[in-house]
T-cell receptor, first 115, second 115 residues
Framework: GAGVSQTPSNKVTEKGKYVELRCDPISGHTALYWYRQSLGQGPEFLIYFQGTGAADDSGLPNDRFFAVRPEGSVSTLKIQRTERGDSAVYLC?????????????FGPGTRLTVT | AQSVTQLDSQVPVFEEAPVELRCNYSSSVSVYLFWYVQYPNQGLQLLLKYLSGSTLVKSINGFEAEFNKSQTSFHLRKPSVHISDTAEYFCAVSDIYNQGGKLIFGQGTELSVKP
């Protein structure tokens, strides 16, 4: 079956602009995660959704970052007033959700470059 | 809070040689442990995981990892590597009291297998 997909695969934007990154999880997966991976680093947690609600948003770096999942499937990560330091690969993952489901399936990522 | 340290950023090794990728973690609570692999131009994939029970866990492609609670380690080993094992390997932990929650990753180890 189809895995996690992310669009766009690459995004170049100017400092100060607004961007949206989209994630389509595996069908039926209720849990969805966003991570950010900077060059030479491991993925860093941003936010976790269980269904439509954000169960843990402790990793969002500041109020310029916001994510939604209005229907419990597709999620959008929104970044306002982008800064050069936001340049990274943004990864989305999904899992079946609920107790005892530990494997997170990752998408290919969106490479964001802020110039 | 948890943290993960991968002691080697790069590990070059010749084909058919043994390899060990080291991972140490820090946590005030019990954790689940994971190794993810990222092959060139692909997304992160789960390689193996420790949840409970036997402290030695194995993957289908010959890797194994052993959970050592006293040393807070989860080192990854393979007795004989192949060229196709060339990839970046990430160790990760999650809080057992937050099932289905976020993963905390190490910085990654780049395994380079040479002929």
């Amino acid at each position: 079956g189809a895995g996690v997909s992310q669009t766009p695969s690459n995004k170049v934007t100017e400092k100060g602009k607004y961007v949206e990154l989209r994630c389509d999880p595996i069908s039926g997966h209720t849990a969805l995660y966003w991570y950010r991976q900077s060059l030479g680093q491991g993925p860093e947690f941003l936010i976790y959704f269980q269904g439509t609600g954000a169960a843990d948003d402790s990793g969002l770096p500041n109020d310029r970052f916001f994510a939604v999942r209005p229907e419990g499937s597709v999620s959008t990560l929104k970044i306002q007033r982008t800064e050069r330091g936001d340049s990274a690969v943004y990864l989305c993952a999904s899992s079946e959700g609920g107790a005892g489901t530990y494997e997170q399936y990752f998408g290919p990522g969106t490479r964001l470059t802020v110039t | 809070a948890q943290s993960v340290t991968q002691l080697d950023s790069q590990v070059p090794v010749f084909e058919e040689a043994p390899v060990e990728l080291r991972c140490n973690y820090s946590s005030s609570v019990s954790v689940y442990l994971f190794w993810y692999v990222q092959y060139p131009n692909q997304g992160l994939q789960l390689l193996l995981k420790y949840l409970s029970g036997s402290t030695l866990v194995k993957s289908i492609n010959g890797f194994e990892a052993e959970f050592n609670k006293s040393q807070t380690s989860f080192h990854l080993r393979k007795p004989s590597v192949h060229i196709s094992d060339t990839a970046e390997y990430f160790c990760a932990v999650s809080d057992i009291y937050n099932q289905g929650g976020k993963l905390i990753f190490g910085q990654g180890t780049e395994l380079s297998v040479k002929p």
